[in-house]
């Protein structure tokens, strides 16, 4: 087996048995599996909505959640549960200009699923991440990658509940894919994490998203 596909073959172990016993993380007495994110609860304030925190095998990583300076209404509003203000009325699916799909979200007869993306650049440091939002199982699969001048730095892959998800404005909806345009992102991402953590990697992953979206031929067929 060589270094790419023996790579693959462990992020897919990690990802399928999560629930392997001693790959949890324990938070005032809840158990969390590997993957898994919840916000932290405080005896003297009780559930910190604005703190993350994501199981990466048995080590917990929380993080501060960042509200945006600006908002696309003129009046946001505070709600209870939520770390960040929600314009009022917002709808989480928008409308994706240049893109045709059949009744109900299908795309020639595939279900489709909205995929979002975040880019955050700090100190020479970028992150990317990749979401996809499913119904069954109810959740958000999102793909974190750090990149630091040009070389993959870090990995990983983090499963939130679509409430949770709500509260990261920083993502934006990008397309909708179907099941098995994912599964061709996912192996390919696999074989690009390895590959981009020993060279400079500059297009490979933009390249490698270009995949989840949806394009009839031109005779419009599928």
């Given at each position: 087996?060589d270094s790419q596909q023996a790579s693959g073959t462990i992020v ?11 790959q949890v993380c324990v938070s005032n007495g809840k158990t969390y ?17 604005c703190v993350l925190c994501t199981c990466n095998v048995t080590k ?163």
């Amino acid at each position: 087996m060589d270094s790419q596909q023996a790579s693959g073959t462990i992020v897919q172990i990690v990802i399928n048995n999560k629930h392997k016993h001693g790959q949890v993380c324990v938070s005032n007495g809840k158990t969390y599996s590997h993957g898994e994110s919840w916000h932290p609860n405080l005896r003297a304030f009780g559930i910190v909505e604005c703190v993350l925190c994501t199981c990466n095998v048995t080590k917990q990583e929380c993080k501060k959640i960042h509200c945006p300076n600006r908002y696309p209404c003129k009046y946001p509003q505070k709600i209870d549960g939520k770390c960040c203000k929600v314009c009022p009325g917002k709808k989480s699916k928008e409308e994706l200009p240049g893109q045709t799909f059949d009744s109900k979200g299908y795309f020639c007869g595939e279900e489709t699923m909205p995929v979002y993306e975040s880019v955050f650049m700090e100190d020479g440091e970028t992150t990317r991440k990749i979401a996809l939002e499913t119904e069954r199982p109810p959740q958000v699969e999102v793909h974190v990658w750090t990149i630091r001048k040009g070389i993959l730095q870090h990995f990983h892959i983090e499963k939130i509940s679509k409430r949770m998800f709500e509260e990261l404005h920083h993502f934006k909806l990008v397309t909708r894919t179907t099941l098995s345009q994912w599964k061709i992102f996912t192996e390919g991402e696999a074989q690009i994490s390895q590959m981009c953590s020993s060279r400079v990697c500059r297009t490979e992953l933009e390249d490698l998203v270009k995949v989840l979206y949806l394009e009839r031929s031109e005779k419009g067929h599928c």
